[in-house]
Antibody, heavy 118, light 105 residues
Framework: QVHLQESGPGLVKPSETLSLTCTVS????????WSWIRQPPGKGLEWIAY???????NYNPSLKSRVTISLGTSTNQFSLKLSSVTAADTAVYYC????????????WGQGTLVTVSA | SYELTQPLSVSVALGQTARITCGGN??????VHWYQQKPGQAPVLVIY???YRPSGIPERFSGSKSGNTATLTISRPRAGDEADYYC????????FGGGTKLTVL
């Protein structure tokens, strides 16, 4: 069974960079899309970015200037960096595995709350 | 950018049928997927590619599309089906609808 787990600081100061890692177990990172999706408290889901196992990336235009997604140093990890954060970036951040061609997400991490505050 | 429109809330009585809509320009040309999210939990895929149910999803969940609207139908919903439901498509990236809160009366 595929399992995804987010990790990273739960508190980030304004103007700093948020960094998260997703560790994938129970399956290979090959042949799928890997996305970061966030959900501000009480609000809906917002896709941030994806990376294909080949390294191809795509970003939400509204966040593109501040986001970097990358494959990790470990073969079954991928990461998110979001720079110049503000309180509006406070959210639960999910990593998820996307199915090629149709783009749906059968597998999600449990999510990690990141709060932006001084 | 592409947008998906969902009603903020839908209420349904026990034993009736709940229908949650998702509107988008030319949605007929895209695959629509649906997720259920309960408080404090990650979303769960309940319908993919318009009408397919993943393993483990009850048959009372079904999906359809007509014109510029996709619909998630929950037949004879249970109290445990109360949740937020999101539609999603792929359009140069992932796009989610705003979500619909389902209340079972």
């Amino acid at each position: 069974q595929v399992h995804l787990q987010e990790s990273g600081p739960g508190l980030v100061k304004p103007s700093e960079t948020l960094s998260l890692t997703c560790t994938v177990s129970g399956g290979s990172i090959s042949s799928y899309y890997w996305s970061w999706i966030r959900q501000p408290p009480g609000k809906g889901l917002e896709w941030i970015a994806y990376i294909y196992y080949s390294g191809t990336t795509n970003y939400n235009p509204s966040l593109k200037s501040r986001v970097t997604i990358s494959l990790g140093t470990s073969t079954n990890q991928f990461s998110l960096k979001l720079s110049s954060v503000t309180a509006a970036d406070t959210a639960v951040y999910y990593c998820a595995r996307g199915q090629p061609s149709s783009g749906y997400y059968p597998y999600w991490g449990q999510g990690t709350l990141v709060t932006v505050s001084a | 950018s592409y947008e998906l429109t969902q009603p903020l809330s839908v209420s349904v009585a026990l034993g009736q049928t709940a229908r949650i809509t998702c509107g988008g320009n030319n949605i007929g040309g895209k695959h629509v997927h649906w997720y259920q999210q309960k408080p404090g939990q990650a979303p769960v895929l309940v319908i993919y590619r318009d009408s397919y149910r993943p393993s483990g999803i009850p048959e009372r969940f079904s999906g359809s599309k007509s014109g510029n609207t996709a619909t998630l139908t929950i037949s004879r919903p249970r109290a445990g089906d109360e949740a937020d439901y999101y539609c999603q498509v792929w359009d140069s990236g992932t796009v989610f609808g705003g979500g619909t809160k389902l209340t079972v009366l």
